[in-house]
């Protein structure tokens, strides 16, 4: 049960009301979790402004950092917005799983980012040495790293504040692991 109320359009800013208004058009409604970020004045803004800037990872990677980061963070909203968006994204059921492990046995490339996504938030950012080499290893940059610890980074705040404030689901629940 959420412990902060969803807010409707009408509760928040003209700012966010005019945020909400593009959700609904691009998304078709606004998701819980970021109504929730409307509780702040800035708060919406800045985290939809971080989380669409332009990466060296493509959306499909995108998710597999998601789904890995979401798990390690326990985050029940994330986990089942990202395995809606990893279905649209061309994942099976059983990829996502797999990805919520921190792993990929279908693809050796999307392996290496899943095992680093989820060194780096299980070690807080004291990853690991040798999952960082083989995450080169597998064909990765140094600005893919960078891009990937921002996307780490990104996720987190999501984790944290649903973590937090517990948003109620409005996309099916994951299933357990």
Request: charged content about 20%; overall charge negative.
């Amino acid at each position: 049960m959420s412990t902060f109320n969803i807010p409707k359009r009408e509760e928040v800013s003209e700012a966010n009301q005019a945020i909400f208004d593009q959700l609904e058009k691009q998304v078709g409604f606004v998701p819980n979790l970021y109504a929730t970020y409307a509780h702040s004045e800035n708060a919406l803004k800045n985290y939809l402004d971080f989380s669409g800037a332009p990466s060296s990872l493509k959306a499909k990677e995108k998710e597999a950092v998601n789904l890995a980061v979401s798990q390690v963070n326990n985050c029940a909203y994330c986990l089942a917005a990202h395995t809606a968006i990893g279905k649209m994204n061309g994942y099976s059921d059983a990829q996502i799983l797999e990805l919520r492990q921190g792993k990929a046995s279908f693809d050796s490339k999307l392996d290496a980012l899943a095992q680093l996504a989820k060194n780096i938030t299980e070690n807080r950012g004291y990853t690991d040495q040798a999952v960082v080499a083989n995450f080169f290893e597998a064909g990765w940059t140094k600005e893919n790293l960078i891009d990937t610890i921002s996307l780490v980074g990104d996720k987190t705040i999501s984790n944290y504040i649903n973590n937090t404030v517990k948003a109620t689901l409005d996309f099916p629940a994951a299933p357990e692991l």
